[in-house]
């Protein structure tokens, strides 16, 4: 009975061992294929999350204040009277200038 508890014993400890070795080299593994993603990833041209949020604000502040002077320019065209625009000439082609004759 004793020997059977040992052999049963020197087998979950080998078991508990090799499921430990197999969890580390796992974690491992993932380390090393998350580093080398990153390493891809920055090798292309993309931007980080900060980056692109910086952008994103600063574009969502260029559209109000684009709004902003889109109202203020409706406002003033609208308080001065329309200015009279005259329309321009069509641009006539001119003809070619004759060659100069030499003197002499």
Do not use: C, H, Y
């Not at 969890?23 to 990153?38: L, N, S, T």
């Not at 931007?47 to 709004?67: H, I, N, P, Q, T």
């Amino acid at each position: 009975m004793q020997a059977e508890n040992k052999i049963f014993d020197d087998f979950v400890k080998f078991v508990n061992g090799a499921a430990g070795t197999f969890a580390g080299m796992a974690r491992e593994g993932q380390a090393d294929a998350r580093a080398k993603f990153k390493e891809w990833i920055g090798g292309q041209d993309f931007v980080s999350r900060e980056e692109f949020d910086a952008v994103k604000a600063m574009a969502a502040a260029a559209r109000d204040e684009v709004d902003a002077l889109r109202a203020r320019l409706d406002a003033l065209e609208g308080a001065a009277p329309p200015a009279m625009v005259k329309p321009r000439k069509a641009a006539v082609p001119k003809k070619p200038a004759a060659p100069k004759r030499p003197k002499g």
